[in-house]
């Protein structure tokens, strides 16, 4: 009996070690990225978001925007997503975004994708378990007016 309690302990020492690296990916930190007197920018990278209705696991970098101030700000930009270097959103008015902060509030995308914003402040980077024909290379805010 004794042995068995070894084994399950190390089995679950080893299912642990295995299992922490990606909650460690999923738990990572929001990193600033713009500062402006009246918002912060933040991202956090290689957020992994499965979608099991689909079956896919897709890898995102995620995008927070902060207001703080005491009025609403209104932030606008262009998505410019960089895959093999080379822009594949630069020429497509359908990644010019404005989102709307209340005041002294946060707004961020997550892995739900619920809400209109979240396709506004997520980047896809690549699929976890396809094929990928063209490899990310970096996303950009161009056009960034913030008011």
Not at 72 to 97: G, H, I, K, M, W
């Amino acid at each position: 009996m004794n042995n068995f309690f070894k084994t399950l302990s190390a089995f679950a020492g080893f299912t642990l070690v295995l299992a922490f690296p990606l909650t460690l990916t999923a738990q990572s930190s929001w990193n600033l990225v713009h500062g402006h007197a009246k918002v912060d920018i933040f991202e956090k990278t290689d957020v992994v978001c499965p979608n099991t209705a689909a079956g896919l696991d897709l890898q995102y970098t995620l995008l927070k925007i902060v207001n703080k101030t005491a009025q609403p700000v209104s932030v606008s930009y262009r998505l410019a997503c960089f895959y093999d270097n080379q822009c594949r959103t630069c020429s497509n008015s359908e990644y010019d975004f404005s989102i709307t902060i209340p005041a002294g509030q946060t707004i961020e995308a997550d892995c739900n994708f619920q809400r209109p914003e979240d396709g506004k402040l997520s980047v896809f980077q690549k699929y976890m378990n396809q094929v990928n024909y063209s490899d990310y290379t970096r996303y950009e805010l161009q056009n960034l007016v913030i008011q």
